[in-house]
């Protein structure tokens, strides 16, 4: 695997664009708080590029699947690297609408770079018995590009400009752009006539997503996890109000993000092909049991151990849901999908991150993770019966 040349430039290119991506996160984050005042109004610039990157999923899945993927690459280098002009722009003129274009134009190239990503990566592993391994392995890549990303924005904050966050951010962008020139990505040949690709259609995907029990489960099952995501910063605000105690966030963070790092290191040699099921359940109730168990979140060591788990849990789960997405979806359809599957979650942490934001001003953490919880439970079961039901049907009962 380390030989692998395509695998290793795709590692260094995750923690390139991982670090280009938190240098514009914490950059938008403190253009906002200079020079928008409304919460409200600071949630809609950040959902303008969330619905920018839905509108363009369906496009950006159907090109995957029809045209070379590392053209598709290059074309979203260039669209990040333009996009933080935008911003350069914003940053002399002090210009809302200028940053609203960035963050439209930085997610429209996310739409296309991640699921391309996603689906190159079974092009270049030589041995499918591999794929969970470099799944967790970039995984970790991610979490620690977030680290490396957020500490360097932090320092650069306090010693110079916002500037030289965004121009550090279009530097990563470039040295992105130059390393995908050295990916080679064998591709089977496609026909180039309009007809061909007339036939590449997005909904295509959903017929062969109900004709795979194992996928239509495992997207099913990540709604779990999702439930936490969607409102772990909120919940880390809460937790630190209820004890407190400041200091608490940064240690939530810190054993959740040990724990991914652990949970998906450790995953690659314990988990096997035919029990991919199994561990996925296996790790969704204790995901859920995590959840239920911040009804006692006053309890330091219980909201410690409850971020652990949780973060041990998700760093098995993700790397295990994406080889099964990589290895049993088709790969003529693995641009649609992936552009779905990007689609989905997006859409999904905006409504958890909505609904864990009404529900903690109305009920409270307390009650709100005891409803997730069960509602996670209950996920787990819809998705049994349904896997009980489809077997039924397969032996013709």
């Known amino acids: 695997m380390w030989k692998n040349k395509n695998v290793m430039l795709i590692f260094i290119g995750e923690f390139i664009v991982g670090v280009g991506l938190w240098l514009g996160i914490i950059g938008n984050l403190e253009f906002m708080q200079k020079h928008v005042p409304s919460d409200f109004v600071k949630s809609l610039i950040l959902f303008s590029g969330l619905l920018a990157s839905v509108i ?5 899945g159907k090109w995957i699947d029809t045209y070379a993927k590392k053209r598709i690459l290059l074309y979203a280098g260039i669209g990040r690297i333009c996009s933080v002009i935008f911003m350069l722009f914003a940053l002399t003129y ?12 930085i997610q429209i190239a996310a739409a296309f770079y991640f699921p391309t990503l996603q689906a190159i990566i079974p092009l270049v592993v030589r041995d499918e018995k591999q794929l969970m391994t470099i799944n967790g392995i970039h995984m970790n890549i991610s979490a620690l590009s977030r680290i490396a990303g957020t500490a360097f924005g932090g320092a650069l904050l306090m010693i110079t400009s ?12 470039i040295l992105l752009f130059l390393l995908t020139f050295f990916i080679d990505i064998k591709e089977e040949r496609r026909e180039t006539r309009d007809e061909k690709k007339e036939k590449q259609r997005f909904t295509d995907i959903f017929p062969i997503v109900r004709q795979l029990p194992i996928v239509y489960i495992a997207i099913v099952l ?15 605000i809460n937790i630190s109000e209820l004890q407190h105690d400041p200091s608490i966030k940064g240690w939530l963070y810190t054993v959740e993000g040990v724990g991914f790092l652990f949970g998906a290191f450790f995953i690659k040699y314990v988990a096997r092909e035919h029990a991919y099921v199994k561990w996925m359940y296996g790790l969704a109730c204790f995901i859920a049991f995590a959840q239920l168990s911040l009804y006692v979140a ?13 973060g041990i849990c998700v760093g ?14 088709p790969k003529t359809y693995h641009g649609r999908f992936f552009s779905f599957k990007n689609m989905f979650d997006r859409v999904t942490f905006q409504i958890v991150l909505l609904i864990s934001g009404f529900l903690l001003d109305t009920i409270g953490l307390e009650h709100m993770v005891v409803l997730f919880g069960i509602f996670s439970f209950l996920l787990i079961m819809y998705t049994m019966f349904h896997k009980k039901e489809h077997i039924l049907k397969s032996e013709g009962v």
């Open 222 to 236: 990540t709604v779990v996890p999702q439930l936490f995501i969607g409102g772990f910063n909120l919940m880390v």
């Open 56 to 60: 363009v999923s369906p496009i950006a």
């Open 316 to 329: 098995c789960f993700f790397p295990m849901v994406a080889t099964i997405f990589q290895t049993n979806v």
């Open 162 to 173: 916002l500037w030289a966050l965004y121009i550090g951010a279009m530097i990563a962008y």
């Open 94 to 105: 002090e210009s809302i609408f200028l940053m609203v274009c960035f963050m439209i134009s």
């Open 298 to 310: 006053h309890m330091k060591w219980v909201s410690l151990a409850s971020f652990g788990l949780f």
